[in-house]
């Protein structure tokens, strides 16, 4: 940002434009924004309170039930990477004046559905229709958790020694959203098997499970959700945050059936690809088999990658690996929508 990429605010951006001017301070703000953090807390009543927000992000191209599933879940997963139970949502919906009353039905009664079955309560929001707005950011919300303090996962937390732990893999939402979002293209180039597989990574978009089911099991120091930078970005984020180094095995993480066939067809790098859905967690050594043995049984790919360890960066099979700066994904949109439209 600063200059026409797409995505978000890169860090350079963060630190000479957001990070000089945040209000006020107060001592109840434990954790404030920092790039490449999830969430912020502050303490209230000696309790903890846990806040993201993020666009509402709705692709009408997916279905509607199905793009809404996706905008709740986008909008709880980095709040549960607090570890803390999300419990509250408020919403704005800025919608263009397209959508429908029974589309917005659609939207509306998902996000009840979703909300319900995690015990979140919608508290406030704004919904309009106006001039000007566009699919498929047309809006956004805020999510809270409550909780103790010491049941807190702060992003910083990672410790040297600690182990990581990556569920899922990469490119997780690269692939779930344009393998549905371009299915036409794909048919022909990849077999049906595989284009089926690409298509069923979508319902892997949500870290929220992975990461409350990791912190019920065991001494999760951090966690973090995987977007955009992919898992590359991510683990340099997590470390970056704490101050640490992250080592990891490439092989030894797990990637999802159709997963490299659509980056391949796509053009792009799985490893530094969008991936919401995928958790990345570092976990005191005496916790890793009750976490890995705890997402088993929530049946979540997991795997031991690596380690945390003294120093700075991300090491990959031995080799250094910058932060990738901007995601491929985007421009993978702009593309292959200019092939389909032409």
Known sequence: MGDPELGKANREFFDQQIYPHLGADREDVILGPQHGVDFGAIEVGGRTLAMATDPVFIMPVVGFERAAWFAFHVLLSDVAVSGLEPAYLSVDFNLPPEITDAEFETVWETFDREARD???????????????????????????????????????????????????????????????????????ELDAETIADAKDRFYDMSPVEDALTAAAAGPVTAMHDATEGGVYGGLFEMGRAAGVGIEIERDRVPVQPGVREACDFFGIDPWISISEGTLLATVDPDGVDDVLAALQSAEIPAADVGRVVDGSGLIVDGEPIDHPGTDPFWAAVEEHMEKRNS
Do not use: W
């Open 118 to 188: 995690l015990g979140v309560s919608v508290v406030t929001g704004h919904t309009a229709r106006y001039a000007g707005c566009n699919y498929p950011m047309v809006g956004g919300g805020t999510s809270m958790a409550v909780g103790d303090s010491e049941d807190l996962v702060r992003p910083d937390g990672a410790n040297p020694g600690d182990r990581v732990i990556v569920t899922k893999g990469p490119a997780i939402e690269a692939t779930g959203l344009l393998s549905i979002q371009f299915e036409s293209l794909l048919e022909g």
